[in-house]
């Protein structure tokens, strides 16, 4: 560690394994500025694909404002302290042209990939990571909070990405060793090893070494970073923990640490929440700097506390209330997805980089599969945009488009990150459009 730079990482042993932590941005990599490398290079955009299945109910979502000092809708009211990050698009829909709708198919397809049956189709996420995310040492990560491995993520019809559904497995396949023998046998450190012992531990004299070695400031960003991630390991030491044994149940074979996992709301959430530290510190630390989280897939079963239905059958088999105008428990799932949406976004907000935070140099997109759950519609889906990518963007601000194909969000995304490209999408869905009133 003669020389400090953005790939300088520390290095250890943990239960026979070579461990690495990778640095965040501290001030010594950064200009005088503080807004770009020390050579002057920009720092690197990152973007987060965020998929959530049946939407929000219409009329109770969307703003009734448009420009910037909007009021959200019921729905997303729980996005109101982060509202100055926010911009929302209003009235897009997906063509389906001579093809049929899919229930909770061509949503995704329309807004990921830009157009219906064209199985060869890239998702935005990996458009992306052709553009950013070819010199970092994941060139995107793809997880999934529900316990499945649906990501909706894929490079073609043959190439589709899986989701992690374990965050102790990413976590242990972050820091653990970062080169492999291509001759070797495949090595992973195992997770319950892993959030046991802590990786930080298994660093400690390099840590040591470097924290002496940088200025006040750094010490202190790093000394967060520390107890970030000391956090982290603790919360997922819990989830691996086995439980109390119960003298009414049977033993099953063999023995699992993995995170428990399961649809209740809460459970969801909390590997919602582990994940999320993980892609902030990811991004942070120059791991990756793309990512697509799915929440609870398109088709979501998540369930309420002492219910047998899920918020899917809510959706359909729940009548609207004759005063209110809506469905109250389909809105309770929605408050809870937007309320999960904002602990990511806080996530990164949380990591400090120079003047700025993680947040500012990020675009998140939020997308789903249909406007109106209850009829399958592909009319009016809500899209939302967080983070202004390294101050390519104005946020704070509500569009309505009416009538217009959803591939203009894509489209405008892919722009503010610097993808080199002019129109997206096919068929009717093909746009040349981008949403201007967003562009700085």
Known sequence: MSTFNRRTVLRGMLGGSAISVALPLLDCFLDSNGDALADGTPLPKTFVSWFQGLGFQPTFWEPKTVGANYTFGRELRALQPIQSK?????????????????????????????????????????????????????????????????????????????????????????????????????????????????????????????????????????????????????????????????????????????????LLVEEVRQTHRLFAQLLAHAMSCGQTNVASVNLAGSLSNMRRPGAQQTFHMYTHEEQLDPVLGYQKDVEWFSNQVAETLVEFVRAFESIKEGKGTLLDRSLILYSTDTGYSRTHSLENLPLIMIGNAGGAFKTGVHVKASGDSITRVGLTAMQALGVPVGSWGVESNNTSKTITEFLA
């Open 86 to 262: 926010v911009n929302i698009v209003s009235g897009l829909k997906v063509f389906v042209d001579s093809h049929a709708a899919n229930a909770h198919i061509s949503g995704p397809q329309g807004c990921l990939q830009g157009g219906l049956e064209h199985p060869n189709l890239p998702t935005i996420d990996q458009i992306v990571a052709d553009s950013i995310g070819t010199r970092t040492r994941y060139r995107s990560i793809e997880v999934s909070c529900d316990g499945s491995q649906q990501a909706f993520s894929r490079r073609s019809a043959t190439a589709v990405n899986p989701g992690q559904p374990s965050p102790a497995a990413l976590y242990a396949d972050m820091f653990g060793g970062g080169f492999k023998d291509p001759n070797a046998a495949e090595f992973t450190p195992d997770p319950w090893t892993m959030a046991r012992a802590s990786v930080l531990s298994g660093v400690k004299d390099d840590r040591e070494t470097y924290m002496k070695r940088v200025g006040a400031s750094d010490r202190a960003r790093l000394d967060e970073y520390f107890t970030a991630l000391r956090s982290m390991e603790n919360n997922l030491q819990v989830q691996l923990e086995k439980p109390a044994p119960m003298p009414s149940c049977s033993n099953p074979k063999g023995n699992s640490f993995e995170t428990p996992q399961g």
